[in-house]
């Protein structure tokens, strides 16, 4: 049963209106604190606890959101897609830290690393929205925090929390437990998480490649001399161990160590507020190869990488002439190394050289950013925001030759240039209005300029192949992506009713897109290698969601999103763009327990790039799936019972990648019916 059984529903809830109180690290119930609640325009809050049934990682929950799709591989790694954009369009920041995955190909995003149930807190930016959260974002921000237990007294006390799941395909079974232990004025929290699953079933009975196991641990002291300083320290360790993908390779190894620190100090002054210094440093360790997990008849492959990033930000809180204002400075320094190797059939390992896939790339970039949020009148709000962020990029080992080429040579090869040195000087900025017609109606709008650096990725791939169509080579002359977004809407609520309705268009210059070579202008070869390339690109679309309570105890609940992209250089379907889909269900709650149903939509895509890129599969047909849930609470205990899939529907959803393990199967199918169950207690 997957966990988005509630998380959609309860994402949109927040959207809609519902205020959520949230002192302590264990997540407090959700409190309603006026008959008419005001929601916050594109912008979702949540709490994991809310959220029903099993996901295996962040990127898997934030798919039950309305208007959030995403490309499945396997079990394990779910890779998230808002409004069209994915990857580095979107900043994923796990409580203050950017952890960029190790695998070139993206077997590990960032939502990777990512137990929800070790976070207290999710929220969901669609579009851009601020310019506090770092470079780039211009596809939305998801922010995973954590906050410091409320410990009130001197005396020692504790919080804690337990939980376990259970779904019966695929036999998903974990469990996790968050600790906190000390006073007001110093405690210490520790978190551990465990998640293991075998391959599940598609609606047909067969089997997907999709096993994967596990494990986090999180500890996290935290230091309060002071009634307005808070001084935090904290070690995270992610452990993944054989993720089956049914994909050309799997990932045996995987390892994401991140160090925090965090200081924190109000000061109440008549223009300085507050101030805040963010540090961070994480260090992922991958493989993948084609063998250790599946019998390999041909050709091995193994690839070893390796991401490290460090970064922060200061910022402070400013008040001049009644106008609040945060300014402030952040870094992200991301270095990437990968080699990849081939073996023999009859070899028991890969250890030949063959590509410096990622040839020691760093990219720096430093940000400035001032954001400003002035009320017109009582009705009336303004945000306006600017940032510059200074880009340097780098492949130390470009030269360098590895099996038979340097990455050097196979960028000349195909781009006609070398990498060299690279600087950027990127400005970005916004202006929001918000404006309250009445006290159920509010008005909002927004005009921003964002701009994303290409990643190692995009520059730097130097995957050589003696077959054309199996290189893979970045281009060390990309530009950065330009956004100009403008998105509008309304948002109501009463005690009865409350909805959000939004559009948004996004005209992009150079948008960064991966191409299949074939001769193009400025890419010298027409061999069917994977090249990168900057086009222009519109994106637009429209999200609704809303609620409906038409009797004491019965809700009905829904939403859907509609994304078009357009490669307006080759006048051709941007590729990678989900169809419209949505979900529309109705839940009967009484005091102590809930029940519910939901049924989750998408048309038919045919809309698809099969002549450019290529990067769709293919047209992926319409779907239609039902879902029922329950919860009942006993305290201390929490019980949420729920089957997913009812009708045990065989479907794939459009961004899910190829299967190449199963002939039958063009692409990765969801899973087919499950019934999960779930337990949690606090103390």
Known sequence: MSRSLLSCLLAGTALLGTSVAHSESLPPKIVVTAPVVKPAPAYSFFLPEDVTASYTDGGSLLNSVVGISSGRLGGHGTDPVIRGQQQTQLNVISDGAMVHGGCPARMDPPTSFIDPDTFDSITIIKGYQSVRYGAGGTGGTVLFDRKPTNFTGQDIDYRASIGGHYESNGQIRGANTDISVGNSVAHIRGI?????????????????????????????????????????????????????????????EGNALTHRASLSHKIHGDIFKSFEIKAYNSNVDHVMDNYSLRTSTGMKMRTPSESDTFGGTMSAELEAANVPLSIGIDLQNNARDAWSYTGMAMQSTANTASSRTWPDVHIRQTGFFAEATPSLSPATHLKIGGRYDYVTAEARAAATVFGTASPNSLYLSNYGRIADDVEEHNVGGLLRLEHDLNTNTRLFTGLSRSVRTADATERYLATNSAMPGMQRVGNPGIDPEKHHQLDMGVSYATRQLNGTLSAYVDQVTDFIMQDTAKGQSGILVNNGATIYRNIDARLMGVEAEGKYKFLPRWTLLGGAAYTYGNNQTDHDALAQIPPLSGRVGFEFAEQSWMIGSRLNFATRQDRIDDQTSKRDIGKTGGYGTVDIYSKVNVQ????????SNLFDKTYAQHLNRSNVFDPTSVQINEPGRSIGLQLHAKF
């Open 192 to 252: 551990w998480s465990t998640s293991t699953g075998n391959n599940y079933e598609d609606g047909q009975g067969r089997k997907v490649r999709s096993a994967f196991s596990s494990e986090n641990f999180s500890l996290t002291p935290t230091w309060t001399p002071y009634a307005d300083t808070t001084i935090s320290l904290g070690v995270e360790l992610n452990r993944t161990d054989d993720v089956f993908y049914s994909g050309m390779m799997d990932a045996p």
């Open 636 to 643: 201390p205990f929490e019980i949420r019972f729920g089957v």
